[in-house]
């Protein structure tokens, strides 16, 4: 009533058998986290400085650039040369300050301390951005 299957089966169903697919390390694995991570924190960076450019965000964004080579196996990311013009700069260091947190996140369960660091410095950065600024009276 039903045909045989005649193919052998995708997926390895039996103890100790090899598939024919490439597996990666969760090392590995965390190292494109990592990038992914990195990537998305320079990215807003870029937009950052395009609204607001400041030194300190340059520096930044080399130090992110490094970083993504690095983790890429030296592939140099792709950066971005403006930001919309309707940008929000609240909104952009909020999205950064959250991107900088995944990232630390799994620089931490990594152990790579160069991008904890890096990643923690820029929760700062952002962080200190966000708070309110204390109006100083003038009387």
Do not use: W
């Not at 592939?75 to 919309?84: E, G, K, Q």
Request: aromatic share 2%; net charge negative.
């Amino acid at each position: 009533m039903y045909e045989p299957i005649r193919t052998k089966s995708v997926h390895s169903t039996m103890a100790g058998t090899t598939s024919d697919f490439p597996h990666r390390s969760r090392e590995e694995e965390l190292d494109i986290q990592l990038a992914g991570h990195l990537a998305a924190l320079l990215t807003a960076t870029d937009e950052l400085r395009a609204v607001a450019p400041s030194p300190g965000l340059d520096e930044a964004a080399e130090r992110l650039a490094r970083q993504v080579a690095r983790l890429r196996g030296g592939v140099t990311p792709v950066r971005m040369t403006s930001a919309p013009s309707d940008a929000d700069v609240t909104a952009l260091h909020q999205r950064a300050h959250a991107l900088a947190g995944r990232a630390l996140v799994v620089a931490a369960s990594r152990a790579d301390t160069a991008a904890a660091i890096l990643a923690a410095e820029q929760m700062d950065v952002h962080a200190a951005a966000l708070e309110p600024r204390e109006l100083a009276s003038t009387t």
